[in-house]
């Protein structure tokens, strides 16, 4: 079992950047790929970055690529989504999950935490 519990997010400007965290819960957080989707409202849940169990491999949606970077720190249980040049586009509640293969389809993942608010005013 994973918990996962996202923070970060709140009301930026265009261009600017937010990082959001994802701490989890569970000795076996090193052993799980992780994700990030995002929800805006009246859309479906999609995909936006991922990574592999130990770091090296990485995904993004060509929505986010150069702007967004995923990265995750094992020894403290915690991936991270930094955001740059932010879109108000990009404006949607951020989930974090986790699951046994880095993938882009939601139901490649097992686990997921409540989300996080990212507001872009224009």
């Known amino acids: 079992q994973v918990q996962l519990v996202e923070s970060g997010g709140g009301l930026v400007q265009a261009g600017g950047s937010l990082r959001l965290s994802c701490a989890a819960s569970?000795?076996?957080?090193?052993?799980?790929?992780m994700g990030w989707f995002r929800q805006a409202p009246g859309k479906e849940r999609e995909f936006v970055a991922a990574?592999?169990?130990?770091?090296?491999?990485?995904y993004y949606a060509d929505s986010v690529k150069g702007r967004f970077t995923i990265s995750r720190d094992n020894a403290k249980n915690t991936v991270y989504l930094q955001m740059n040049s932010l879109k108000p586009e990009d404006t949607a509640v951020y989930y974090c999950?986790?699951?046994?293969?880095?993938?882009?389809?939601?139901?490649?993942?097992?686990?997921w935490g409540q989300g996080t608010q990212v507001t872009v005013s224009s």
């Open positions: 990574i592999s169990w130990s770091g090296g491999s990485t």
């Open positions: 569970g000795r076996t957080f090193s052993s799980y790929a």
């Open positions: 999950a986790a699951g046994r293969n880095i993938a882009a389809i939601r139901n490649d993942y097992d686990y």
